[in-house]
């Protein structure tokens, strides 16, 4: 018998909030409507009791309601919570770019490996990998429970589900024909490799159905690679027509220390639409105002919009995190390609210091070993400064017609061959006396 619990039943009509992992979204498994439908009450069930960990016990009265079952029929019941433990799933599809050609058993858990109904009440656990992640999900999206009830199929509640998330950002990725299929949980049906088939018995009918009974509209979107579909995403855009209770009208009517004030509900809405829980909503609004979020989020907008993004939420987060679109981030940008121009600036000017100093040195070096030299000893210096050339494969000398430039280049070689061939290793305690007695005084 389970402990003696403290029971809040919400109204049959009221609009019920499910953080639910995007991960657990994006499944590959064999689920009916109902098992669907139990998956998501049993995660909404855990949260509200989050500190129960290992086991969990709702009532069945409660669970009825949820399901949206008219009477208590437990033989339905007992079936699908009997169906539950023998379900393997595969899950994060699009999050962790699952290899679905692959034939091996990894990647695959049982959601909910014990279930079982009694005394009025249906037992179950949670796998303890997916329960730490239902706790502290990397990415969610928030689900109205009582929209669940008004799907009537499950291609349609999991197409609901994964076009949800893209609520308030305009649509979905494009998504591969067989992930696609993966998801609508059809790919071992050999009828839907026919894109004909899965077009007129999944896509079609399941975005009607959304917008015709639930709160977002679902428009299907597909890429061809010449005459042949390969991809499809989904335009999402909020249903004017939904007139059952909505999480939006829900939070609007909270009152609280962490709700938002009236006249910035739009703003509150539109964060929590992109996957920010309310307490990070919240904050975000204490800390920037309406228009450094609306920027920041139209930003994001964009860049969905462009393609090649997976988790719209956490793109947000970062953009909010990082003003990319706010005038903070533009100066800062140009201040960072201020700083590195001028430190590319200075260090060109030390190196062009370095080598003049160099150079000077060099030709002190040069100066002073010549003035040592007698009218023989010099004689012979060049003449070996003429075989050196000589050795030069090829010798600059002979490809120059000019009287100027042989005069130029004659000096710049015989520097290199004093440097090299005749003058001692200078010591650098030398060449900072030489500095030091040629720098400039003030």
Same mark, same amino acid.
């Given at each position: 018998m389970p402990e003696q619990l403290t029971l809040t039943y919400p109204a049959r009509h009221e609009a019920i909030a499910l953080r639910k992992p995007s991960r657990a979204i994006q499944v590959k498994a064999q689920w009916s409507l109902h098992q669907r439908r139990t998956a998501n009450v049993f995660f909404w069930w855990a949260l509200k009791h989050e500190r129960r960990r290992g086991v969990f016990h709702i009532p069945v009265r409660l669970f009825c309601d949820l399901m949206g079952y008219s009477t208590n029929n437990y033989a339905q019941i007992r079936q699908?919570?009997?169906?539950?433990?023998?379900?393997?799933?595969? /899950?994060? =599809?699009?999050?962790?770019?699952?290899?679905?050609?692959?034939?091996?058993?990894?990647?695959?858990?049982? @959601?909910?490996?014990?279930? =079982?109904?009694?005394? $009025?009440?249906?037992? +179950?656990?949670?796998?303890?990998?997916?329960?730490?992640?239902?706790?502290?999900?990397?990415m969610f999206e928030i689900l109205n429970l009582y929209e669940q009830k008004q799907v009537s199929t499950v291609h349609a509640l999991s197409?609901?589900?994964?076009?949800?998330? +893209?609520?308030?950002?305009?649509?979905? $990725?494009w998504i591969p024909l067989e992930v696609f299929r993966a998801l609508m949980g059809v790919d071992h049906n050999p009828t839907y490799d026919a894109f004909k088939h899965l077009n007129n018995k999944i896509i079609k009918p399941s975005a009607r159905q959304i917008t015709e009974r639930t709160s977002i509209r679902v428009t299907p979107e597909? /890429?061809?690679?010449?005459?042949?579909?390969?991809?499809?995403? @989904?335009?999402?855009?909020?249903?004017?027509?939904? !007139?059952?209770?909505?999480?939006?009208?829900? !939070? !609007?009517?909270?009152?609280?220390?962490?709700?938002?004030?009236?006249?910035?509900?739009?703003? +509150?809405?539109?964060?929590?639409?992109?996957?920010?829980?309310?307490?990070?909503?919240?904050?975000?609004?204490?800390?920037?105002?309406?228009?450094?979020? !609306?920027?920041? =989020?139209? /930003?994001?907008?964009d860049a969905v919009e462009r393609g090649g993004v997976e988790t719209p939420s956490g793109l947000a987060i970062w953009a909010l995190n990082n003003d990319k679109a706010g005038h903070q981030w533009a100066t800062e940008k140009k201040q960072r390609e201020a700083a590195r121009t001028q430190a590319e600036a200075d260090e060109l000017r030390e190196e062009a210091n370095t080598r003049r100093e160099a150079e000077a040195f060099l030709d002190y070096r040069i100066e002073q070993a010549l003035a040592g030299l007698d009218d023989e000893e010099t004689e012979k210096l060049y003449s070996a400064f003429e075989a050196w050339l000589d050795t030069r494969t090829p010798n600059p000398l002979r490809y120059i017609r000019s009287e100027a430039a042989i005069k130029a280049v004659r000096k710049t070689e015989f520097r290199a061959y004093m440097d090299e061939a005749v003058l001692p290793s200078p010591s650098q305690a030398d060449q900072r006396r030489f500095l030091s007695n040629t720098k400039p005084t003030e």
């Open positions: 699908s919570i009997a169906d539950m433990e023998n379900c393997r799933v595969r /899950w994060g =599809l699009i999050d962790d770019d699952v290899d679905l050609a692959a034939e091996a058993d990894t990647g695959y858990v049982v @959601f909910f490996p014990r279930a =079982l109904y009694s005394r $009025g009440f249906i037992t +179950y656990s949670i796998e303890s990998g997916v329960y730490e992640h239902l706790l502290e999900p990397d197409l609901w589900e994964n076009c949800s998330r +893209y609520r308030g950002v305009g649509g979905s $990725g597909f /890429w061809r690679r010449g005459r042949t579909v390969t991809h499809v995403r @989904f335009k999402v855009e909020d249903n004017p027509d939904f !007139k059952g209770p909505s999480l939006r009208s829900s !939070k !609007k009517a909270t009152t609280g220390p962490s709700q938002p004030d009236c006249d910035r509900g739009p703003v +509150y809405d539109a964060l929590r639409n992109h996957g920010i829980d309310d307490r990070g909503a919240s904050q975000i609004m204490r800390v920037h105002d309406d228009d450094y979020i !609306k920027a920041n =989020l139209a /930003w994001t907008r």
